[in-house]
């Protein structure tokens, strides 16, 4: 069956550190790939995605490659800042609107 | 601006008492919606897939005569906890659809906390 991982959290930064949080799938043919934000309290929100192989997807200055040869979706961004703190999600979907999640990761900023 | 709609936002009741989450999806009708279930510091775990004008389809390990689901209308679903117990609480969250393929949108959840 499908699945995520995504590296462990917590993740702690500085304010303008760069950032990255690993995630790889494992699927049985071409799913879409998401990346989610949650925010204390509240639902997700859809951060970004990428529907094929080499497609980056991007909003708010992070980014993410659609890495089929290594199954991976790895999420970036230069600069974080204090408002970024929030659990990210990696998402995978294949054959419909179904949406397998990974682990979730902390990520905490600090001024 | 929003796209989904979850009410309430939070919830404190006594154990035995029935509680009604609602799910609208204000910008588009939503052929699917999705409820999902999530405890602290963990990720959302699906419990049910939900179609306007059929049955919900629930995930294996869900009771279904627990976690009561009506998709009546294109843009309403509703997820009733009946005879809710301190086990059952939690933080509920919904999504919405346009349809296969499509990214869901999600509500802000709905915190239950059963006393």
């Known amino acids: 069956g499908n699945s995520v991982t995504q590296m462990e959290g917590p993740v702690t930064l500085s304010e303008e550190a760069f950032l990255t949080i690993n995630c790889t799938y494992t699927?049985?043919?071409?799913?879409?790939l998401f990346w989610y934000v949650q925010y204390p309290g509240e639902g997700l929100q859809l951060l970004l995605k990428?529907?094929?192989?080499?497609d980056k997807g991007s909003n708010k200055g992070f980014e993410a490659t659609y890495r089929k040869e290594t199954t991976s979706f790895h999420l970036e961004k230069g600069s974080v800042q204090v408002s970024d703190s929030a659990v990210y999600f990696c998402?995978?979907?294949?054959?419909?609107?179904?949406?397998?999640f990974g682990e979730g990761t902390q990520l905490t900023v600090n001024p | 601006g929003a796209v989904v709609s979850q009410h309430p936002s939070w919830v404190i009741c006594k154990s035995g008492t029935s509680v009604k989450i609602e799910c609208r999806s204000l910008d588009f009708q939503a052929t699917t919606m999705f409820w999902y279930r999530q405890f602290p510091k963990q990720s959302l775990m699906l419990m049910a897939t939900?179609?306007?004008?059929?049955?919900?389809?629930?995930e294996q390990g869900v009771e279904k005569d627990k976690f009561l689901i009506n998709h009546a209308s294109l843009t309403l679903s509703t997820l009733t906890v009946t005879s809710a117990h301190p086990e059952d609480s939690s933080f509920y969250i919904c999504?919405?659809?346009?349809?296969?393929?499509?990214?869901?949108?999600f509500g802000d959840g709905t915190r239950l906390s059963i006393l």
């Open positions: 990428a529907t094929k192989a080499d």
């Open positions: 939900s179609n306007e004008g059929s049955k919900a389809t629930y």
């Open positions: 699927a049985t043919g071409y799913p879409s």
């Open positions: 998402a995978l979907s294949e054959g419909g609107s179904r949406l397998t």
């Open positions: 999504s919405v659809t346009q349809g296969v393929n499509q990214p869901q949108h």
